[in-house]
């Protein structure tokens, strides 16, 4: 997989927006759901987002609801993440997945492809 961010980059002051793309390297990659976890220095890899590849449903984790909004362009096997009215407490490294199935699970386990990360810091 190939992230990165989108527009403004990764450094933001509280309420300010990011975005994040995803581009899938294979067609068995972009079969499968994708998802967006965030991890932070000490702490585990939490769900952020996710979206079924084939059926287009989305959900999200309580802390993003409302905030963030996760997307795909299909022609480009390429997801987004959206990220508005961000607080400090966004600030981590992002990682976007390919499921092992169509869906998108919560839990890291099931993924199998991962980016590299992008590190999002918003500033106070």
């Known amino acids: 997989l190939r992230s990165s961010c989108r527009r403004g980059g990764g450094l933001v002051q509280a309420g300010g927006s990011l975005s994040l793309s995803c581009r899938a390297s294979?067609?068995?990659?972009?079969?499968?759901?994708m998802g967006w976890f965030r991890q932070a220095p000490g702490k585990e890899r939490e769900f952020v987002a996710g979206?079924?590849?084939?059926?287009?449903?989305?959900y999200y984790t309580d802390s993003v609801k409302g905030r963030f909004t996760i997307s795909r362009d299909n022609a480009k096997n390429t997801a987004y993440l959206q990220m508005n009215s961000l607080k400090p407490e966004d600030t981590s490294a992002y990682y976007c997945?390919?499921?092992?199935?169509?869906?998108?699970?919560?839990?890291?386990?099931?993924?199998?492809?991962w980016g590299k990360g992008t590190l999002v810091t918003v500033s106070s």
């Open positions: 294979g067609r068995t990659v972009s079969n499968n759901g």
């Open positions: 979206i079924n590849w084939r059926g287009g449903s989305t």
């Open positions: 997945a390919a499921a092992l199935s169509s869906m998108a699970p919560v839990s890291p386990s099931g993924y199998r492809y």
